[in-house]
């Protein structure tokens, strides 16, 4: 009787696999450990970090847009966790798993990091904008319009987010930090 390959504890593991999710995890608890440096926190949810995207998007451009959307999601997640603002499950899919997992996008432009942060942020930027104009603007600016509500308060953030992570990336790239042990 031969033993399925799945089933066949003699083989030898998959380095490549292993060191991608060892990469993941690295770079995961690195940008979960920046989101802890606070410059400046808004009062319904999101702030200005120390570039606690960075590795996220780092991630992306080293690997790609695959692993980089997979360990945007965990980001989400363990940012949902940490400080979850979760009232829908629309709104909850929208602002963390979504949202973050936008960041991965940044992997599609690898030749173009600078394009990939402003690619990926701004997907993150229209997952928060969807639920700030659908579920917050209700509550918190019920007398504003709910579109340009959304938009100037994740811009208030997301745009000083965007602007530190440009600049970290452009001297990663310039370093060839990004290239480096792959």
Known sequence: MEIPDNLNHNHKPNTRTTLILAEISVFVALATALSFIIVYTLPQGGAITSGSMVPILWLALRRGWKIGVVAGVLYGIIQLIILPYAYNPWQTLLDYPFAFGCLGLAGFFKRWPVVGVVVAITGRFIMHFISGAWYFAAIYAPTLNP????????????????????????????????????
Do not use: C, R, W
Request: charged share 5%; aromatic share 20%.
């Open 147 to 182: 579109y340009v509500y959304s938009a100037v308060y994740n811009a208030s953030y997301l745009l000083p987010e965007m602007a530190i992570s440009i600049f970290i990336i452009y001297l990663l790239n310039k370093s060839h930090a990004l290239s480096i042990y792959l």
